[in-house]
Each structure stands twice: as structure tokens, then as C-alpha cells.
């Protein structure tokens, strides 16, 4: 019996000789160096990852990436990304991509994507603005928001991505943040084992534009009273010290102070395998209400939704396997034919 | 003494040619009827061509004048170049179908109507206040006057189908009585019918039995004191089919994905008159090929990108409307220099237009519809049959040189359709493809010296893992550069790299006189009313030659000496003189433009007048 030798890397064997110019003190660095350790961990040949990315600051990606990349244009990534797919399904193909070409220019076919089941991992750096562009508020700025297009504030409600994942039939949906190196690491190798669609919100700060756009999640002192983690079959519980807890009632959560004969065993227990939407986008809506904390980690992962690439190819099997390989010289002679012969 | 009396022998005229249109609304069933008889025609020998014209509504209410859909066919036993300008015979469902065809019939041609959709309502939906039936309006042509729902009613009594039903079939009886007139067999229709409903017989039954009953008709009533055959024509030996041009351009590629030996990717928007090419695909699985409905124009031609990058013979099809769409995209391609084809199948514009009609307006954007400096390869079908040529060439060009290609064809040859001797699979041109998998100093921009094609370094090769981007990147290595005369190199070589491919494509021969009074210079579906009337006015002895050019970028490296040879460019195009700008701005050249713009093929007798106008 032979075994495979799995190829042993190093997160340098993921960097390449280009510079990096993302301005310093961007969020992106620290996800690049999260990638690049986890993508050396996962015991797949360089050769046959594949980062796609659209345009924007997170779309300079794949030059960062010593695996192949390829940089298209505003908002296509994930149309380039399914017919890389369909056509060879065994890559593991990446998306990069920010607030504004995913969730505005690109809306269109993040969504679809999402639906096929595409075997993608799509990475959706979220800062809240329109870097690239030098700050114009994006679809996800806060409603009133002043930028350089909006002196008087934004009108424009914003997306919550998550949501708009969740409600896209997406059968994986997380979230991270640039600076919590770890819980980002573990989040991407949970990514990296999804099958399907993968959707992954990464909070990422821009310092140039938006400095702060998650300050409330990320402030060392702010985090455990705003951030809720959630992991599968562990009970949502948050707080500096752990004392607080969500807790379904009736057919809504509620924030539930711990103690007073309110124990961990009244809480909801996280299911991320949950198989109706409603429950993940009770989830996904905390953050827009008050004294609710914000979800971070897998919100969704749904395992047994065939993958859309798998369909293609096994359809092409079965017509194969039932007509057998297509004969040219048969098919140009379907229909009426007739033979003129010489005179 | 006495002599038995019997009716004069009816006769059998031979003639040489014919055109039948059978129009009607779009629910009567018109392009069945047309497609069955032209299959008739077809087997018999007789070379055609078609014209299929329908609206843009599916369904236009009932009897009215934008509902009415036609099927034109011109059969003949010797070359067919045009689906005829004139109609010799003409049958017309409702008054609407008649009063929207009449204009195209020939004076004495014969006119065959259905008497049972005459009623007050029926014209009144036709916006007629009399019935042309009764008002001598018709007195010019040979005018036959059927009960034809009336009469399949009859024929299908006995089949227990309700009213609607039997009515649904009363085009068949239309299509009997031609197939009498023009002494054609059934049988192939009979074949077409029990395979089309076979899940289905009660319907075999009643079509099968409505065409008889219509032949039978003819047979007994002596309507028709006359009779046609048309002889076999002389075609080069083969073997033959019908074909229309969105079927050839189908085949074509999977024919080019045969030869080249990469499987077949197309990414598509369903857009009239393109849609076909994606059905006949998505048919194609036993050959492995890959079709992906997209969500818009935008991701079936950036999954196509996707695709070739993965490395597949990748296409996209669409028409107007969705070449604008995708410009940024075939940018892309232009720039990261992969293989891709873009087939544009034109229609009447702008915007929406005339999404049924045909038009040839989108040569311009086909050659400058992009921002910046992005040559692209262009080339153009002529007939039906000629898209498969065309699909094989696009494909091989496109390999070769890495660089997307569009091909133009338009509604006219996407639906019209013609026979076509079917190629020995072994006779097929190969097409190389070779992938680079040695890493060994490998640069994602290095080119080949002769074609300055770079290499195709497919994803999942070990040790060529590099980057590729719309961002400018430096020659040879790819990297992103912003250093200003790199730039210009790059656009120097993208442009030399389209400008190379003139060298690998033939020099243009004029049909008709090689130098003279007048050139036609022409491009796509105006081939064949062109070919008709070259041969019309050469045969009265004027010096005229017709150049047709299949290659739009690059043109022909000896065009510009071939115009030299004649004292008259003539350019007559389905737009407003888009080729004519080309060939005035590159051979300073004065281009007569003859302009038709009308959504509808140019005729042969409006060729000919030009000429005879340009040359008296």
C-alpha cells in the first residue's frame, strides 16, 4: 500500500516576491498572514489553490499569493470563479472581494453563486467604505454615515451580509475579524473544509478611510460585552464575565442576564447545521438591535446540498454513460440527410 | 360514333424554380409548416434557402397584423443564393398574414387563403373594412379560396379531438396542398410527425391525416389545373443536410472542441436570435460539453474567462444588447491575452430594436466597442452552413494566438437555413493546443516569436503558479508596471499580435471579373443576394467583381491592391456604412456605401439596380 505524501509547507511558501501596498496599518495584512498559515496547513498542493478577486483594495490579493491568482474586473470574481470551477473542479478556488464588489457593483453574482452551491470560498473583506476609490460610503456604511459622496450623510440603508448570505440559500456563512488572529485562522480552516459555498465576512479595518469601522467589536475593552462566539453546540454566551446569555422566547431571542435562576442550560445551544433559515437569521439580525451582541464564527454549515460543479459533471456522466461518448460524425449527420452523387 | 368525355389532362409543368411563403399568425404554426416543406424540398434534391420571419411577441393577440409570422422558401434545381425577392406562391392563414405578405407576391403568382378566417371580425382585427376577398383587390393573382378549418374538421371528425385541437392541425391540410402542387412526397413529414408526437399518437393520427386530406384535396376538387416539380439541383456530390446558422455555429464549436482536444465551455444569456446556440448545447453532454445559463450577459462571458483560464475552448453567445454588456469583460480577455470567443448574433438596434430582425450594424463595436487601445480579431459568417467554418476558424484563431475573437453572424443566417454537404469528420482541420508545464525560467508573458501568442499555463500544473490581472503588466513577466513605455510596448504588441494573424489568413480572390468597373466589397449575410446579382449583371456583360471578407480584423493582406483593380467600390451593407468607414479610413479608398436598414435582408433586384445605377 503506497500513501501520498502530503506536501509540508510554510506560510512563506504562500508569499511572493511582489510588494505589498496596502497602506500600512491595514486590516489586509493581517488577513494575507492569516491565509498564508492556514492555506500551508491544509495539506493541498500549491499548485491547485486558485484566488479569484474583483477589484478593490482586498482585489490586489492574489499578487500577495504564491499559488495562481487572477485579478478580474469590478465585481465578476465569483462569474470567473464558477467557470473556473465547473470546468476544473478539483481546484480549490478563492474569492476575494470587499464590501463594494461583492455586495454592490458585484451583488448580482455573489447571490447566485451563493444559490448554485458553487465550491467557492468567497472572502468579503468588510470595511464599511470605498477605499480603492478614496472614500465613498459603501452598502454596508452605517445609514447617515459622512464621506467624501455623502458631505450630509448617508440615505442608504445599508446590507447586512450576512443576511443577504443566509437569505442567497448559502450552505456556509461565517464570520471573523482582521485582529483576532486566531479566531480568524480557525474560521478560515472551517472555510477551507466546507464543500460548497463558501461565505466568509472578514471585519477589517481601513485606517486611512474609515479608521475605527469596528472599534466597538474590537476595543480590548468593548469586545466580550459586544461579541457573542459562536461555536457549534455550545450555548451563546457572552460578557467580560461570561454572565450573560441569548435566549429563545417564543419565536424571537432575547439577551438574558445569567444567575437569578437563569442557569446555562435555559440558553440557545448553537446549531450550525440548523436546517431552517429562520434560525440563522435571528442570528445574523442581533447586531442591528440594541443591547444584542454581535455574532462572530460559523453562523450556517450545511453539509448535504450537492455542489454545483458535482451536478454538471455528473450529468455529463450519465448522458455519457446512457448514449455513450458523442460521435461528431454522428452528430453532423443528425436529422434528414441525403446523398447527391457525382454526375 | 360516340367519344367518351373526359375532363382535360391536368398539367404537370417543370420549371426551375420557386418560392413559397406560408404566413399566418404565431400560433398557426408558420415555422413548422415552412421547416417541414423545406425538409421535403431538401431530400429531394433542390437547393434552397430560407426566411423565417416571426415577431417578437410571443403571442400577439389573435388574427392581429404584428402577430403575423411567415416562412419563406426558394427551392430550385440550380443555385440558390437568396430566399427569392419575389414570392410565386403564397399562403395566407387570415387576413392579417395577407395583408401584411400581399406586397411580396408576384402578379399571376398563386394566392391560397383560408376562407373560414374571412369573417367580419377577422378583418377587423386585420384593420380591414373590406374584404379583400370581395373587393377585386386580388383580381392579379391566381387566388384559391379554401375552407381549411372547415375542411380538417371534416378530415378529423372521427378522432374524438375537441374543436381547438382539430383546428390546431388545419395548417398541416395547407402544408398537403403544396406538397400536391409541387409534387413532393410525404413521407418525410409523416417520419418528422410520428417521432415529434410519438408520446402522443391521437396527434400523429390527426396531422398525418389533415396533410392527406389537404393533398387530396388538391387531387380531387381540381382546384389547380397545374402542377409543379422542380428537378433535383446539380449539387457537388456529398452527403447533405439542412442546416440553419445558429445549429452550424453549435457544431462548429464542438467540432473545433473535438479537434483541439479541450472540452467545450459556453457561458450564455438566453438574448433573441442567439438562444439556439445554448439549447443546442446544453444538448451536448454525451460530448462532455460544459453549458452554464449565467445570471446575466456579464457572467456568461466573465465564466467563459474563468474557464479559458482553466482551460477549456471557452465561448460565449449573445447579440447586441449583451455585446455592450460584456465590453468590459472582452477587455479583460484582450488583456490577460486568453483564448475566448464572442459570438454576436446581430439584430436590428439600438437598445431593444428589433430583436426578431436582422441587421448588421454592430461591426464598429465588434472592432472598437471597448475602452482604451483593444484590437480584437473579427470575423463574419456569409450563409447558414458557412457559421460552422466560421466556429472552427474563431476557435483556431483564438488558440493560436491566445487572444479572445468575435464572431459576427446575425438573425438572417442564425435562423435562416440551407443545405449543406456535411464534412468528413477526418477532413477537419487539427487544432494544436499546448499547454506549458515546464516551470524551467517560465514567465506568464514570454511570447512566441511568430505569433506572439504567451503560454497557456493552466491552473493545477505544479511550479507555474503566477498571477494574471487587468491591472497593465510588464512584458515577460507578467508583474503589474505602470512604467510608461512599457505601456506602450504592451499596447504596441497586443495590436501587432492582432495585425500578425493577417499573415495566417488567405489573400482575398474577387468572384466574377479579377479587375473592372465595380468591386462589391461586403461582409456576413448579405452573401448571397450579392452572388445572385453579380451573376445577373455579369451575364449582361459588365466587369464586376465581389470581394467578401470572412476576416474583419485583420482584413486580407492583399485587399487594398485588389480595390485598386476596379474603377468602383460598391459596399451595400445592413447598416449605415460601418465597412465602408473601414475601408475608407485604411485604404482612402471612396467606398460607395448602399445602406438598407429595415431589419430585413437586402433583395437581389435592389443589388442589382445599384449596380446598374452606379455603372450607366
Given at each position: 500500500?503506497?500513501?501520498?505524501?502530503?506536501?509540508?509547507?510554510?506560510?512563506?511558501?504562500?508569499?511572493?516576491?511582489?510588494?505589498?501596498?496596502?497602506?500600512?496599518?491595514?486590516?489586509?495584512?493581517?488577513?494575507?498572514?492569516?491565509?498564508?498559515?492556514?492555506?500551508?496547513?491544509?495539506?493541498?498542493?500549491?499548485?491547485?489553490?486558485?484566488?479569484?478577486?474583483?477589484?478593490?483594495?482586498?482585489?490586489?490579493?492574489?499578487?500577495?499569493?504564491?499559488?495562481?491568482?487572477?485579478?478580474?474586473?469590478?465585481?465578476?470574481?465569483?462569474?470567473?470563479?464558477?467557470?473556473?470551477?465547473?470546468?476544473?473542479?478539483?481546484?480549490?478556488?478563492?474569492?476575494?472581494?470587499?464590501d463594494?464588489?461583492?455586495l454592490?457593483?458585484?451583488?448580482?453574482?455573489?447571490i447566485?453563486?451563493l444559490?448554485?452551491?458553487?465550491?467557492?470560498?468567497?472572502?468579503m473583506?468588510n470595511?464599511r467604505?470605498?477605499?480603492?476609490?478614496?472614500?465613498?460610503?459603501?452598502p454596508t456604511s452605517e445609514i447617515?454615515?459622512?464621506?467624501?459622496?455623502?458631505?450630509?450623510?448617508?440615505?442608504d440603508r445599508p446590507f447586512n451580509p450576512i443576511s443577504l448570505a443566509i437569505g442567497s440559500e448559502a450552505?456556509f456563512v461565517a464570520r471573523s475579524v482582521?485582529?483576532?488572529?486566531?479566531?480568524?485562522?480557525?474560521?478560515?480552516?472551517?472555510?477551507?473544509?466546507?464543500?460548497?459555498?463558501?461565505y466568509v465576512e472578514?471585519l477589517?479595518?481601513?485606517?486611512?478611510?474609515?479608521?475605527?469601522?469596528w472599534?466597538d467589536l474590537?476595543?480590548?475593552?468593548?469586545?466580550?460585552e459586544h461579541i457573542v462566539q459562536l461555536?457549534?453546540?455550545?450555548?451563546l454566551?457572552f460578557?467580560?464575565?461570561?454572565?450573560k446569555g441569548i435566549r429563545m422566547n417564543g419565536f424571537d431571542l432575547e439577551v438574558v442576564?445569567?444567575?437569578?435562576?437563569?442557569?446555562?442550560?435555559?440558553l440557545l445551544v448553537h446549531d450550525e447545521?440548523h436546517p431552517r433559515a429562520a434560525y440563522a437569521f435571528l442570528l445574523a439580525h442581533m447586531e442591528q438591535r440594541p443591547g444584542f451582541p454581535t455574532p462572530i464564527g460559523v453562523l450556517r454549515a450545511?453539509?448535504?446540498?450537492?455542489?454545483?460543479?458535482?451536478?454538471?459533471?455528473?450529468?455529463?456522466?450519465?448522458?455519457?454513460?446512457?448514449?455513450?461518448?458523442?460521435?461528431?460524425?454522428?452528430?453532423?449527420?443528425?436529422?434528414?440527410?441525403?446523398?447527391?452523387?457525382?454526375? | 360514333?360516340?367519344?367518351?368525355?373526359?375532363?382535360?389532362?391536368?398539367?404537370?409543368?417543370?420549371?426551375?424554380?420557386?418560392?413559397?411563403?406560408?404566413?399566418?399568425?404565431?400560433?398557426?404554426?408558420?415555422?413548422?409548416?415552412?421547416?417541414?416543406?423545406?425538409?421535403?424540398?431538401?431530400?429531394?434534391?433542390?437547393?434552397?434557402?430560407?426566411?423565417?420571419?416571426?415577431?417578437?411577441?410571443?403571442?400577439?393577440?389573435?388574427?392581429?397584423?404584428?402577430?403575423?409570422?411567415?416562412?419563406?422558401?426558394?427551392?430550385?434545381?440550380?443555385?440558390?443564393?437568396?430566399?427569392?425577392?419575389?414570392?410565386?406562391?403564397?399562403?395566407?392563414?387570415?387576413?392579417?398574414?395577407?395583408?401584411?405578405?400581399?406586397?411580396?407576391?408576384?402578379?399571376?403568382?398563386?394566392?391560397?387563403?383560408?376562407?373560414?378566417?374571412?369573417?367580419?371580425?377577422?378583418?377587423?382585427?386585420?384593420?380591414?373594412?373590406?374584404?379583400?376577398?370581395?373587393?377585386?383587390?386580388?383580381?392579379?393573382?391566381?387566388?384559391?379560396?379554401?375552407?381549411?378549418?372547415?375542411?380538417?374538421?371534416?378530415?378529423?371528425?372521427?378522432?374524438?379531438?375537441?374543436?381547438?385541437?382539430?383546428?390546431?392541425?388545419?395548417?398541416?391540410?395547407?402544408?398537403?396542398?403544396?406538397?400536391?402542387?409541387?409534387?413532393?412526397?410525404?413521407?418525410?413529414?409523416?417520419?418528422?410527425?410520428?417521432?415529434?408526437?410519438?408520446?402522443?399518437?391521437?396527434?400523429?393520427?390527426?396531422?398525418?391525416?389533415?396533410?392527406?386530406?389537404?393533398?387530396?384535396?388538391?387531387?380531387?376538387?381540381?382546384?389547380?389545373?397545374?402542377?409543379?416539380?422542380?428537378?433535383?439541383?446539380?449539387?457537388?456530390?456529398?452527403?447533405?443536410?439542412?442546416?440553419?446558422?445558429?445549429?452550424?455555429?453549435?457544431?462548429?464549436?464542438?467540432?473545433?472542441?473535438?479537434?483541439?482536444?479541450?472540452?467545450?465551455?459556453?457561458?450564455?444569456?438566453?438574448?433573441?436570435?442567439?438562444?439556439?446556440?445554448?439549447?443546442?448545447?446544453?444538448?451536448?453532454?454525451?460530448?462532455?460539453?460544459?453549458?452554464?445559463?449565467?445570471?446575466?450577459?456579464?457572467?456568461?462571458?466573465?465564466?467563459?474567462?474563468?474557464?479559458?483560464?482553466?482551460?477549456?475552448?471557452?465561448?460565449?453567445?449573445?447579440?447586441?444588447?449583451?455585446?455592450?454588456?460584456?465590453?468590459?469583460?472582452?477587455?479583460?480577455?484582450?488583456?490577460?491575452?486568453?483564448?475566448?470567443?464572442?459570438?454576436?448574433?446581430?439584430?436590428?438596434?439600438?437598445?431593444?430594436?428589433?430583436?426578431?430582425?436582422?441587421?448588421?450594424?454592430?461591426?464598429?463595436?465588434?472592432?472598437?466597442?471597448?475602452?482604451?487601445?483593444?484590437?480584437?480579431?473579427?470575423?463574419?459568417?456569409?450563409?447558414?452552413?458557412?457559421?460552422?467554418?466560421?466556429?472552427?476558424?474563431?476557435?483556431?484563431?483564438?488558440?493560436?494566438?491566445?487572444?479572445?475573437?468575435?464572431?459576427?453572424?446575425?438573425?438572417?443566417?442564425?435562423?435562416?437555413?440551407?443545405?449543406?454537404?456535411?464534412?468528413?469528420?477526418?477532413?477537419?482541420?487539427?487544432?494544436?493546443?499546448?499547454?506549458?508545464?515546464?516551470?524551467?525560467?517560465?514567465?506568464?508573458?514570454?511570447?512566441?516569436?511568430?505569433?506572439?501568442?504567451?503560454?497557456?499555463?493552466?491552473?493545477?500544473?505544479?511550479?507555474?503558479?503566477?498571477?494574471?490581472?487587468?491591472?497593465?503588466?510588464?512584458?515577460?513577466?507578467?508583474?503589474?508596471?505602470?512604467?510608461?513605455?512599457?505601456?506602450?510596448?504592451?499596447?504596441?504588441?497586443?495590436?501587432?499580435?492582432?495585425?500578425?494573424?493577417?499573415?495566417?489568413?488567405?489573400?482575398?480572390?474577387?468572384?466574377?471579373?479579377?479587375?473592372?468597373?465595380?468591386?462589391?466589397?461586403?461582409?456576413?449575410?448579405?452573401?448571397?443576394?450579392?452572388?445572385?446579382?453579380?451573376?445577373?449583371?455579369?451575364?449582361?456583360?459588365?466587369?464586376?467583381?465581389?470581394?467578401?471578407?470572412?476576416?474583419?480584423?485583420?482584413?486580407?493582406?492583399?485587399?487594398?491592391?485588389?480595390?485598386?483593380?476596379?474603377?468602383?467600390?460598391?459596399?451595400?451593407?445592413?447598416?449605415?456604412?460601418?465597412?465602408?468607414?473601414?475601408?475608407?479610413?485604411?485604404?482612402?479608398?471612396?467606398?460607395?456605401?448602399?445602406?438598407?436598414?429595415?431589419?430585413?435582408?437586402?433583395?437581389?433586384?435592389?443589388?442589382?439596380?445599384?449596380?446598374?445605377?452606379?455603372?450607366?
Amino acid at each position: 500500500m503506497t500513501t501520498a505524501t502530503l506536501p509540508v509547507y510554510t506560510r512563506k511558501d504562500f508569499q511572493t516576491d511582489q510588494e505589498v501596498r496596502w497602506c500600512p496599518g491595514c486590516g489586509d495584512y493581517a488577513i494575507l498572514s492569516a491565509v498564508q498559515s492556514v492555506f500551508a496547513d491544509l495539506g493541498i498542493p500549491r499548485e491547485k489553490f486558485v484566488i479569484v478577486s474583483g477589484i478593490g483594495c482586498s482585489s490586489r490579493f492574489p499578487y500577495y499569493m504564491n499559488t495562481y491568482g487572477f485579478h478580474t474586473i469590478h465585481g465578476r470574481a465569483p462569474a470567473v470563479a464558477t467557470g473556473i470551477k465547473i470546468t476544473r473542479p478539483d481546484l480549490d478556488v478563492w474569492v476575494v472581494t470587499g464590501d463594494g464588489d461583492s455586495l454592490s457593483i458585484g451583488g448580482n453574482h455573489t447571490i447566485h453563486m451563493l444559490r448554485r452551491n458553487v465550491g467557492l470560498k468567497v472572502l468579503m473583506f468588510n470595511n464599511r467604505i470605498y477605499g480603492l476609490t478614496k472614500g465613498q460610503y459603501s452598502p454596508t456604511s452605517e445609514i447617515g454615515k459622512k464621506t467624501k459622496s455623502t458631505p450630509f450623510g448617508t440615505t442608504d440603508r445599508p446590507f447586512n451580509p450576512i443576511s443577504l448570505a443566509i437569505g442567497s440559500e448559502a450552505t456556509f456563512v461565517a464570520r471573523s475579524v482582521d485582529v483576532f488572529q486566531q479566531h480568524l485562522k480557525d474560521t478560515l480552516k472551517k472555510t477551507a473544509a466546507h464543500k460548497g459555498a463558501a461565505y466568509v465576512e472578514i471585519l477589517q479595518n481601513c485606517n486611512i478611510f474609515n479608521d475605527g469601522a469596528w472599534e466597538d467589536l474590537t476595543e480590548k475593552d468593548a469586545r466580550s460585552e459586544h461579541i457573542v462566539q459562536l461555536e457549534h453546540g455550545k450555548p451563546l454566551i457572552f460578557g467580560k464575565n461570561r454572565d450573560k446569555g441569548i435566549r429563545m422566547n417564543g419565536f424571537d431571542l432575547e439577551v438574558v442576564q445569567l444567575g437569578d435562576g437563569v442557569t446555562e442550560k435555559d440558553l440557545l445551544v448553537h446549531d450550525e447545521k440548523h436546517p431552517r433559515a429562520a434560525y440563522a437569521f435571528l442570528l445574523a439580525h442581533m447586531e442591528q438591535r440594541p443591547g444584542f451582541p454581535t455574532p462572530i464564527g460559523v453562523l450556517r454549515a450545511w453539509d448535504n446540498v450537492p455542489r454545483y460543479e458535482d451536478l454538471i459533471a455528473d450529468q455529463i456522466r450519465d448522458v455519457q454513460a446512457k448514449r455513450g461518448k458523442g460521435d461528431l460524425s454522428k452528430l453532423l449527420r443528425t436529422g434528414d440527410t441525403w446523398e447527391v452523387r457525382a454526375q | 360514333m360516340s367519344t367518351t368525355i373526359e375532363a382535360p389532362k391536368r398539367k404537370r409543368e417543370v420549371i426551375d424554380q420557386a418560392v413559397i411563403r406560408f404566413c399566418g399568425d404565431s400560433g398557426d404554426g408558420m415555422q413548422i409548416t415552412g421547416s417541414q416543406f423545406t425538409n421535403t424540398v431538401a431530400l429531394y434534391g433542390n437547393d434552397l434557402a430560407t426566411f423565417p420571419d416571426y415577431p417578437a411577441e410571443i403571442r400577439a393577440p389573435a388574427g392581429t397584423l404584428p402577430g403575423v409570422s411567415g416562412f419563406q422558401v426558394h427551392f430550385s434545381s440550380s443555385d440558390v443564393y437568396t430566399p427569392g425577392d419575389a414570392v410565386d406562391a403564397l399562403v395566407a392563414m387570415n387576413p392579417a398574414a395577407l395583408a401584411v405578405n400581399l406586397a411580396d407576391l408576384k402578379k399571376n403568382g398563386i394566392l391560397i387563403v383560408n376562407l373560414d378566417n374571412f369573417k367580419e371580425t377577422d378583418l377587423r382585427k386585420a384593420q380591414l373594412k373590406v374584404s379583400p376577398l370581395e373587393d377585386h383587390s386580388l383580381d392579379a393573382y391566381r387566388l384559391f379560396t379554401v375552407e381549411l378549418t372547415r375542411l380538417t374538421r371534416a378530415a378529423l371528425k372521427d378522432l374524438g379531438l375537441d374543436a381547438k385541437s382539430m383546428d390546431r392541425c388545419k395548417n398541416f391540410f395547407a402544408l398537403g396542398m403544396c406538397y400536391w402542387l409541387y409534387n413532393r412526397p410525404m413521407d418525410s413529414t409523416t417520419r418528422w410527425l410520428e417521432d415529434k408526437f410519438k408520446k402522443t399518437p391521437q396527434l400523429v393520427q390527426a396531422n398525418k391525416l389533415a396533410m392527406q386530406a389537404g393533398y387530396s384535396y388538391c387531387e380531387a376538387t381540381e382546384a389547380f389545373q397545374v402542377s409543379y416539380e422542380i428537378p433535383p439541383a446539380k449539387l457537388a456530390p456529398g452527403v447533405y443536410r439542412n442546416i440553419s446558422g445558429n445549429t452550424a455555429l453549435a457544431m462548429g464549436f464542438v467540432a473545433a472542441s473535438n479537434k483541439a482536444g479541450i472540452p467545450l465551455f459556453l457561458g450564455s444569456y438566453p438574448i433573441t436570435p442567439a438562444s439556439d446556440i445554448l439549447h443546442e448545447l446544453s444538448g451536448y453532454k454525451d460530448f462532455g460539453v460544459m453549458t452554464f445559463q449565467a445570471e446575466d450577459e456579464i457572467a456568461a462571458v466573465t465564466s467563459a474567462i474563468g474557464a479559458s483560464y482553466a482551460g477549456a475552448l471557452a465561448i460565449t453567445t449573445t447579440s447586441g444588447p449583451g455585446m455592450a454588456l460584456k465590453t468590459e469583460a472582452i477587455g479583460l480577455a484582450i488583456a490577460v491575452e486568453l483564448p475566448l470567443v464572442i459570438c454576436d448574433i446581430q439584430r436590428g438596434g439600438p437598445s431593444t430594436g428589433l430583436p426578431t430582425k436582422t441587421e448588421q450594424a454592430d461591426l464598429l463595436q465588434a472592432m472598437f466597442g471597448r475602452n482604451s487601445e483593444a484590437p480584437i480579431p473579427v470575423i463574419a459568417a456569409s450563409s447558414p452552413g458557412d457559421c460552422f467554418w466560421v466556429a472552427l476558424e474563431a476557435s483556431r484563431i483564438a488558440l493560436k494566438y491566445m487572444v479572445p475573437v468575435i464572431v459576427l453572424s446575425d438573425g438572417y443566417l442564425a435562423n435562416g437555413a440551407e443545405p449543406w454537404r456535411i464534412p468528413n469528420v477526418e477532413d477537419l482541420p487539427e487544432i494544436p493546443v499546448l499547454f506549458e508545464t515546464n516551470p524551467e525560467d517560465f514567465h506568464p508573458y514570454r511570447r512566441n516569436s511568430e505569433t506572439l501568442a504567451r503560454p497557456w499555463a493552466i491552473p493545477g500544473t505544479p511550479g507555474l503558479e503566477h498571477r494574471l490581472g487587468g491591472l497593465e503588466k510588464q512584458d515577460v513577466t507578467g508583474n503589474i508596471s505602470y512604467d510608461p513605455i512599457n505601456h506602450e510596448h504592451m499596447v504596441r504588441t497586443r495590436a501587432a499580435k492582432v495585425e500578425a494573424i493577417a499573415q495566417d489568413i488567405p489573400d482575398v480572390v474577387p468572384e466574377g471579373d479579377p479587375s473592372g468597373d465595380l468591386l462589391i466589397v461586403a461582409w456576413g449575410s448579405t452573401h448571397g443576394p450579392i452572388t445572385a446579382a453579380l451573376h445577373a449583371e455579369r451575364g449582361k456583360g459588365r466587369r464586376i467583381g465581389h470581394v467578401h471578407l470572412r476576416h474583419l480584423n485583420p482584413l486580407p493582406r492583399n485587399l487594398g491592391e485588389v480595390i485598386q483593380r476596379y474603377k468602383k467600390v460598391l459596399v451595400p451593407e445592413m447598416n449605415m456604412g460601418q465597412l465602408s468607414m473601414i475601408l475608407r479610413a485604411k485604404y482612402l479608398v471612396d467606398a460607395i456605401g448602399y445602406n438598407k436598414i429595415q431589419g430585413k435582408p437586402f433583395k437581389q433586384s435592389e443589388i442589382e439596380d445599384k449596380i446598374q445605377e452606379l455603372l450607366s
